[in-house]
């Protein structure tokens, strides 16, 4: 099938997301500035001035062109997405040294306006996966005034060193001028947030061995590091083996704070910092991660050094569910809101998306979800085809219709999810008085222990697909959704007198509960079914007296 032929398929057969509350294409008024609110541990990405779930997709790096802007939409389109993540370069913007060209910038925010998507702006600057590469030409050859880090022999690293004042200062100018012409032509809001630099840090050389950085090495940690994590001393004292690494991110962080800060204060949008991971359960060799970007384990540093960051997220690409499970659950902090603004776009990686939002994530994003023919596999898909876009579209299409309200609930009350992993085994917690357990490899009908009535597997059971979303909406009544999963309630307690009272099909309209349909009888004897159509369900429990 070609892509043509593609897109025309999935629109047809996917149920597609509503007009957004406040369509961008349609608002002339200002709106409110977008932000990040917390509450008891818990955080909301507020758009409109309602909270908002990022049905994300990212495009390819090299798709930040008006040309290119056509083999994005009917992507995102097919995948019930609303939110667009895309490239915007300092070389674009800014190709001449003080000459500024904004005719992509405005090319995109016209187009999507009037193709309904929100914009997530990803500021490719001093780094894009650690390399100068989307710098002009005028900084990329001036090692001079923009110099490169020195490896410990003294030689050039290919990185921009972020001690550089002469680079900061290019760098914040180009950013600032970005966010200037968003107050200017973006009153609406299409842009919702924005990403300061992309995976930053250093691959192989931990930190800048010139001069000035083997003098700044051997100081006091900074005042406001001790504070926060309780350390002394030198560098070396604080951190060990891992002091260039913490070095690093300590002035990487300090870097782009310097830009979100001067950015917030024209036009306070949130601001995100993206990280390359390593190993989610160990602390990496220095020489062996991104030294300097916001990994998990130097968090703490990030939020020290960069308090203008609203929050950081790990890009995953990591084929392990367990390791997936663990980086979400590092990520997911109180004082850190989660969204995984890049993940895998083969079809393994969606079925995390419940994962995510069931943490309360505020947004979740596959990347290079384009037809501009490039495709990252071995990271990414072999081919975006009907089968790889489906396990996508299929959640969105269930959260399209009730982002704003799954949001809003998240915000307030206990939610879980899960995916299935690798092993196939059940997943469960107990929320409230009831245990919800998760399933996997099961027909909607009937139970795979029976002897007397044999039934081969159903097609998805070895697949790696599925998974499921809860949200406690009282202290009787659940919002149940999912895919290819089967959700089972049962008395937390062991106890032989709680039922399921109803289990109603429905949707939100305008913040309230609408039922479509009861399910009962074959529809729920063998648990709760989630296959291939995106549906919502509110389940309510109870206990039945026996006097």
Not at 79 to 88: D, F, G, H, R, Y
Not at 218 to 235: D, E, F, H, N, V
Not at 355 to 368: D, H, N, Q
Not at 380 to 409: N, S, V
């Amino acid at each position: 099938m070609n892509k043509t032929a593609l897109i025309a398929s999935l629109a047809l057969w996917m149920v597609p997301g509503p007009a957004l509350a406040a369509s961008p294409a349609a608002a002339i008024a200002e709106t409110p500035v977008p932000c990040i609110e917390s509450r008891n541990g818990r955080h909301a990405l507020i758009v409109d001035g309602a909270p908002y779930l990022i049905l994300g997709a990212q495009a390819n790096n090299s798709s930040n062109y008006p040309a290119m802007l056509g083999d994005i939409w009917p992507m995102l389109d097919a995948m019930n997405a609303n939110t667009l993540e895309i490239p915007i370069a300092w070389e674009q913007v800014e190709p001449v040294e003080g000459a500024f060209d904004f005719s992509y910038l405005q090319t995109l925010l016209d187009e999507a306006r009037v193709h309904n998507k929100r914009i997530v702006l990803l500021w490719f600057g001093t780094w894009k996966n650690t390399s100068p590469s989307y710098t002009p030409a005028w900084v990329k050859l001036d090692n001079k005034r923009f110099p490169r880090m020195k490896a410990p022999d003294g030689a050039d690293h290919y990185v921009l060193s972020p001690l550089s004042k002469n680079t900061l200062e290019a760098d914040r100018r180009a950013f600032v001028k970005v966010i200037e012409y968003l107050r200017d032509h973006d009153r609406q809001n299409t842009v919702i947030m924005v990403q300061p630099e992309n995976e930053t840090g250093s691959y192989r050389v931990p930190r800048d061995y010139s001069a000035e950085g083997n003098g700044l090495f051997a100081r006091q940690i900074p005042a406001a590091l001790a504070r926060r994590t309780g350390k002394s001393g030198t560098w070396e004292q604080a951190y060990g083996k891992q002091a260039p690494r913490a070095f690093n991110t300590w002035y990487v962080a300090s870097f782009v704070n310097a830009l979100a800060e001067a950015g917030k204060a024209v036009k306070p949008l949130p601001m995100y910092v993206n990280a390359s991971l390593a190993g989610p359960s160990n602390v990496p060799d220095p020489t062996g991660v991104a030294s300097g970007g916001p990994q998990w384990d130097v968090l703490d540093i990030w939020k020290a050094a960069a308090p203008a960051i609203d929050f950081a997220g790990p890009d995953i690409y990591d084929r392990e569910s367990a390791n997936v499970i663990q980086y979400l659950d590092k990520y997911n902090r109180p004082d850190n809101a989660l969204m995984v603004p890049e993940i895998g776009n083969s079809a393994m990686y969606a079925r995390f998306f419940w994962a995510v939002i069931g943490r309360g994530g505020i947004g979740f994003s596959p990347f290079g979800m384009d037809n501009s023919g490039f495709l990252n596999y071995p990271l990414g898909a072999k081919k975006i085809d009907e089968a790889t876009l489906g396990t996508f579209a299929l959640p969105y299409a269930t959260l399209a219709p009730i982002m704003r309200d799954w949001a809003r609930i998240a915000f307030a009350r206990p939610t879980w999810g899960t995916a299935k992993p690798d092993d196939n085994t059940p997943r469960h917690i107990v929320m409230g008085k009831w245990k919800i357990t998760a399933t996997w490899g099961e027909r909607q009908f009937g139970e795979k222990e029976w002897t007397w009535l044999q039934a081969d597997p159903p097609p998805w059971a070895d697949k790696p697909v599925g998974g499921a979303a809860v949200a406690q909406l009282s202290d009787n009544e659940y919002l149940v959704m999912g895919d290819h999963v089967r959700v089972r309630f049962t008395p937390a307690g062991g106890e032989p007198n709680g039922v399921i009272v109803s289990v109603e099909e429905g949707t939100f309209r305008n913040g309230q509960w609408v039922k479509t349909r009861v399910w009962n009888g074959d529809q729920t004897d063998y648990g709760l079914n989630f296959v291939d159509k995106p549906q919502v369900l509110k389940v309510t429990t109870g206990f039945y007296s026996s006097k």
